[in-house]
């Protein structure tokens, strides 16, 4: 059992707000973990990171640090010398020089995966009916619902900056691979996890496990506390 001295904080991707955690949040905070969900303004590359900074700021002890989707290129970016362990959830990792972008169309898409394009006012919106078709196909229509309705859109300006020194370079990782993703390729996911040296747990779960399958994304966060506590990270 952890000592709790670890904190978590967790990292929602683009289309999505810090309600994505609520289902690990919850177990987490059940054994005593203090857990904050830092909200990214999906702004730019340098506002997301500069706000994951200032979550981190406003937590005492060290941390262990959990991003899912592009936000795993943002928890990669921070320097903060209380982050222990990084965590990603069907996250992005690109290395040092690449952008989001580069690593996100390494693979084919799949065939169900949405098109993404800028709107009128040079936002990214995730399509409609793409949520229950490809961001989470394996959640209930309620679920569902509640993920369309609190979709947050993300600008160009977040996936074309060219990444400095990546933090998973420094610190031991862990990698979620989603096998049923059908927004990042697991492919590209595998080549992320295997270039990273995480310890990686691969599962057939969709591109937004901590709502479709988020007892498996605790244990993934539990492991990383409990090696950071036993000194094994």
Sequence with gaps: MPSNEMNVVLVHGAFADGSSWAKVIAPL?????????????????????????????????????????????????????????????????????????????????????????????????????????????????EELAVLQAVQRPISPACITARMGRPLWRDRPAWFLVAEEDRIIASETQHFMATRMQARTRSLPVDHTPMVTAPGVVVELILDAVNACEAGEA
């Excluded at 009128?120 to 490809?134: C, K, W």
Aim: aromatic share 8%; net charge negative; charged share 20%.
């Design 29 to 141: 905070t059940a054994q005593g973990f203090e857990v904050v969900a830092a909200p990214l303004p999906l702004t730019s590359f340098e506002d997301d990171v500069a706000a994951l900074d200032r979550t981190l700021e406003r937590v005492a002890g060290p941390v262990v640090l959990a991003g899912h989707a592009y936000a795993g290129a943002v928890i990669g970016a921070t320097r903060r010398e209380e982050v222990k362990a990084l965590v990603y959830v069907a996250a992005l990792a690109p290395d040092e020089g690449e952008t989001v972008v580069d690593v996100f169309y390494r693979a084919e898409p799949h065939a169900k995966a949405p098109k993404l394009a800028p709107d009128d006012n040079g936002l990214i919106y995730l399509p409609g009916e793409a949520f229950a078709v490809a961001f989470a196909q394996n959640a209930p229509a």
